[in-house]
């Protein structure tokens, strides 16, 4: 069971990863858009540029779902390896006290 834990304590620490670097790459988008509300010399690269972080940033939120995929499914595993301990224990005939 606590290796389970470690697992899931590691893609819970990806899945704050991948949110910073969501909110990083939004923050990039944001100021690529600022300047091309303005006119700017190098439009069409500064349009390229946006075109490649919005790539970025849709990439980011695929890894995000699959990280929170692989998480409910640690999740529901840990809960059936737990509900299996249980029942185990249950079927155990008790012990008889010596005697």
Do not use: F, S, Y
């Not at 190098?42 to 995929?69: C, F, I, S, Y």
């Amino acid at each position: 069971m606590a290796e389970l834990d470690t697992k899931i304590a590691v893609v819970e620490a990806e899945i704050e990863e991948v949110k910073a670097e969501i909110k990083e790459v939004k923050a990039k988008i944001a100021v690529v858009e600022a300047e091309l509300m303005v006119e700017h010399p190098d439009r069409a690269a500064l349009q390229g540029r946006l075109t490649a972080l919005e790539g970025r940033l849709t990439a980011r939120e695929g890894r995000l779902t699959a990280l929170e995929g692989r998480l409910t499914a640690r999740h529901e595993k840990e809960v059936l390896l737990l509900k299996q301990a249980q029942a185990a224990a249950a079927a155990q005939p008790p012990a008889e006290p010596p005697g």
